[in-house]
C-alpha cells in the first residue's frame, strides 16, 4: 500500500528504436510513475547506459524536488547496473525488481 505521494516511483523503459529518425535521434523513453498521485514523468534516452539513465533519472528528482523511499523496476539491465543502483541509493532511494 502507497501511504504518500512520491513514495514509490515505477520505471520501465520503451524501446522508441522504429521513431528515432524522427525523435532526433532518441532510442528510447524512460517512464516514471509516482504510485500514490499517478503522475508521469518521461525522459527521451539516446540510449540506455548507466550514463544515460543516472541522468534522466536525476531530471525526473529534480523536477519533483524530491527522491523517492522506493523505485520499483523490472530485471532490466538498464536498471540492474551497479552504477544506477548506486546513485539510487546515494539518494535514499531502494531499489526494488520485479518480474
Known amino acids: 500500500m502507497v501511504k504518500?505521494?512520491?513514495e514509490i516511483f515505477t520505471a520501465d523503459l520503451?524501446?522508441?528504436a522504429g521513431l528515432a529518425k524522427s525523435n532526433n535521434?532518441?532510442?528510447?523513453?524512460l517512464v516514471v510513475l509516482d504510485a500514490f498521485s499517478r503522475k508521469a514523468y518521461t525522459r527521451l534516452l539516446k540510449n540506455r547506459n548507466s550514463d544515460s539513465m543516472i541522468q534522466a533519472f536525476w531530471s525526473v528528482f529534480t523536477e519533483v524536488?524530491?527522491?523517492?523511499v522506493y523505485v520499483y523496476?523490472?530485471?532490466?539491465?538498464?536498471?540492474?547496473?551497479k552504477a544506477v543502483g548506486k546513485f539510487l541509493?546515494?539518494?535514499h532511494a531502494t531499489l526494488y525488481n520485479i518480474q
Not at 535521434?25 to 523513453?29: L, R, S, Y
Not at 524536488?65 to 523517492?68: D, I, L, S
Not at 523496476?73 to 547496473?81: A, L, N, Q, V, Y
Request: charged share 20%.
Open 25 to 29: 535521434g532518441n532510442h528510447f523513453a
Open 89 to 91: 541509493a546515494q539518494n
Open 4 to 6: 504518500f505521494i512520491n
Open 65 to 68: 524536488r524530491v527522491t523517492p
Open 14 to 16: 520503451k524501446d522508441l
Open 73 to 81: 523496476t523490472d530485471r532490466g539491465t538498464e536498471f540492474m547496473s
